[in-house]
């Protein structure tokens, strides 16, 4: 479970990065 949410967690950031890159 844990690396799933780590997963995810990592993905939203990823995310967040990304969308801040293309504004």
């Given at each position: 479970?844990?690396?799933v949410f780590g997963a995810?967690?990592?993905a939203s950031?990823?995310?967040s990065f990304?969308?801040?890159l293309l504004q």
């Open positions: 479970m844990p690396s995810f967690r990592g950031m990823v995310k990304i969308t801040t």
